[in-house]
């Protein structure tokens, strides 16, 4: 690969880990380059939208120990961007799929606070939810708004000199020994990008991306689903005023078997309360998704609403579409072979690890 570069690194993908990860390397004093194919703020990917979870009932002491650095680097970036991004609500967990108190244990052992409650003083305290059996609150839990999330990495990352080009696809290119050469088109045609190293989150995008490089990578199965989270109407308190939740099922339970997987929800400030299922909706490629919502699963998230959200209105639902883009286990693939690094099997509970992901994909390139 002959001439000068253009860029130290460059980070093909523009959503949250993308932008996270040009933001660590930009507060490193790296020049880097921020490829979005789409107009900031789209709603193609994974990325969009008011509300996510900052869930912390995990039992791995890894993943525990990366939401403690993730919390403080949240908190970094409301800091440079000047905007709150997370806030704290709590999240309550319940349901017989899970072993709530060994998660309380965890969770206490990884440093969060995690209270056991019964039902019915659960009730008392969230009337818009109904539960049975025990109840693993959260309080230092929160909502984090995914829209501001990803713009204050991108205008953070800028203001520290990167340089972020939007509506710019990656449509080819070529991997070497000492560098990685992309052939991108914008507005303006085509042109090349030369850059020491690359960094690819592409979310859904990712197997094309790297197909069109010619790098190989031993990639997990990545498998490319079209979700569909509704919003309801609350009948008590403001969407801001609900706490986040995550209920999960079991086969053996007649009053949860029913559900195609776990739930998860919370208030979403502006758009209502949030309920979802997780990784359930029909496999499909980015650019062939209908945006059309499941109607087995509206009907079913509609039911969940009736039976188990008592504080809203089952009625009034409003469904968005989004991809996740999954690992068979639900681990995150971060990993660099020669001058490319990749990171991809984010979704369903990602997001609130996105500064990480950030810092982690940065050390690969920088090592």
Not at 2 to 28: E, F, I, K, N, P
Not at 43 to 48: C, D, L, P, V
Not at 51 to 64: G, K, M
Request: charged share 20%; proline share 6%.
């Amino acid at each position: 690969m002959a001439g000068a570069m253009d860029a130290q690194v460059v980070v093909v993908g523009g959503g949250v880990m993308g932008a996270a990860t040009a933001w660590s390397l930009a507060r490193r004093g790296v020049d880097v380059v921020l490829l979005e194919q789409f107009e900031g703020g789209h709603t193609r990917g994974a990325s969009h939208g008011a509300s996510r979870n900052f869930n912390l009932s995990y039992d791995d002491p890894a993943l525990l120990a990366w939401l403690r650095e993730a919390e403080g680097l949240w908190r970094e970036l409301e800091a440079e961007a000047g905007s709150a991004v997370l806030t704290r609500t709590g999240i309550v967990n319940h349901g017989p799929g899970r072993d709530l108190p060994a998660v309380a244990a965890a969770v206490s052992a990884g440093g969060f606070a995690g209270d056991l409650l019964d039902g019915a003083e659960a009730e008392r305290r969230w009337p818009g939810l109904r539960f049975e059996g025990r109840v693993l609150h959260t309080p230092e839990a929160g909502r984090l708004n995914a829209d501001r999330a990803v713009a204050g990495f991108t205008d953070a990352a800028g203001a520290r000199g990167a340089r972020v080009l939007i509506s710019t696809a990656v449509v080819g290119g070529s991997v070497g020994d000492d560098g990685v050469v992309l052939r991108v088109r914008s507005a303006g045609g085509e042109t090349e990008l030369r850059a020491h190293r690359a960094v690819v989150t592409a979310g859904a995008w990712t197997v094309d991306v790297l197909a069109g490089l010619g790098a190989s990578f031993a990639l997990p199965p990545l498998r490319v689903t079209q979700e569909q989270p509704a919003f309801f109407a609350p009948l008590i308190g403001a969407p801001e005023d609900w706490p986040g939740f995550n209920h999960a099922p079991s086969s053996d339970d007649p009053a949860t078997a029913w559900f195609p997987s776990a739930v998860y929800g919370m208030g979403s400030p502006g758009e209502g309360v949030k309920a979802g299922w997780h990784g359930v909706g029909p496999e499909t490629h980015p650019d062939r998704r209908t945006y059309v919502p499941d109607p087995e699963l509206t009907a079913r998230i509609r039911r969940y609403a009736q039976e188990w959200l008592p504080g809203v209105d089952a009625a009034s639902l409003a469904e968005i579409t989004c991809t996740y883009t999954s690992t068979p286990d639900s681990a995150f693939f971060l990993e660099r072979i020669g001058p490319v690094a990749v990171g991809a099997g984010f979704s369903g509970h990602g997001f609130k690890f996105a500064p990480v992901v950030g810092r982690v994909l940065a050390d690969l390139v920088t090592r």
